[in-house]
């Protein structure tokens, strides 16, 4: 399962290449976490206990060659607005991988950001299913050696997603 929040077109795309005054800085970020916290909240999306995020950056239209990956301080300011608006537990490694930044059609004069959320598949030993790609976990002393179904958890509904089952 997945779902979708779609931020409003025209507010601040930032851009790790730009370096504005920490105050504009500061203004803008909270632009951004606070419309992605009000999306979030109309959005439907129920609270995840874990979540594989994965960021569809449409710039303005008059970028003519730009690099998904710079627009991480947006994506990281929307994030922290989901979890202000109380559907993640915390944005750390723990509880989302990603995001993953990919592009997106651009948007006439104005830039947008659409985040996915979708339920990850995880292993026993609390991993994604993705850092099981080739055998054993990718994570340092995590000791698994295979990808394993998860057991199932009494009241959990399905993959980590919380809720009646």
Known sequence: MSWEIVLPAGLPMMNA????????????????????QYAALSSGMPRLDRAWVIAYIHPKA???????????PMVKAALDGVVDAGLLVDDSHEFVSGPDMRPAPKVPK??????VFAA?????????????????????????????????????GVAGVGGAG
């Open 17 to 36: 290449n730009h370096r504005p005054h920490p105050l504009q800085k500061a203004r803008d970020t909270a632009k951004v976490r606070t419309a992605a």
């Open 62 to 72: 008059n970028y003519a060659k730009w690099d998904p990956g710079n627009f991480y």
């Open 110 to 115: 104005l830039g947008q950001l659409r985040l």
């Open 120 to 156: 990850p598949w995880r292993c026993r030993c609390g991993h994604d299913v993705l850092e099981h790609l080739d055998g054993p976990c990718h994570r340092p002393a995590c000791g698994c050696t295979q990808y394993r179904e998860p057991a199932p958890t009494p009241g959990v």
